[in-house]
């Protein structure tokens, strides 16, 4: 993990996403070291939970899948698809799943470290993000 990439990606985050805070970057990241295994622990809650999202959310038209963190493990492929009837619900979520059952967690602890350094440089744009000091707070109790 370098710092030029890691500051590169939080430029660019916080441009397609002017409206971000700190912890919608921190689950972006936590989401490319993590990636879904962390909340399918029980695949019918899992399932029930993405219909309730999926009933509430309108479409945008967004079709790109875009890079979570780094992007050298995950991406966030919005549920849109499913909306516009491009993939049925059941195709995205059994994708979903199946990258969630088949991926080894990372270390716990080897992330609180990795995210204290991506931390530091986030501070750089503490101006640029709402909330900055209340989500750190939260973040690190």
Not at 66 to 87: A, E, S, T, W, Y
Request: glycine share 4%; charged share 30%; proline share 4%.
């Amino acid at each position: 993990m370098n710092n030029s990439e890691i500051f590169d990606t939080l430029k660019l985050f916080i441009k397609l996403y002017p409206e971000a805070e700190l912890r919608d970057i921190y689950k972006s990241f936590f989401q490319d070291e993590f990636g879904a295994g962390h909340i399918i622990d029980n695949p019918v809650e899992a399932r029930s939970s993405f219909d309730r999202e999926l009933e509430a959310m309108d479409s945008y038209g967004r079709e790109k899948a875009v890079p979570c963190g780094l992007g050298h493990n995950f991406c966030r492929i919005p549920m849109d698809i499913i909306i516009d009837g491009k993939v049925s619900a059941d195709e995205y979520f059994s994708a979903f799943s199946d990258d969630a059952e088949s991926f080894l967690l990372p270390d716990i602890e080897v992330w609180k470290q990795k995210w204290r350094g991506i931390w530091d440089l986030i501070s750089n744009f503490e101006s640029s993000l709402n909330n900055f000091q209340k989500d750190s707070a939260e973040i690190f109790s």
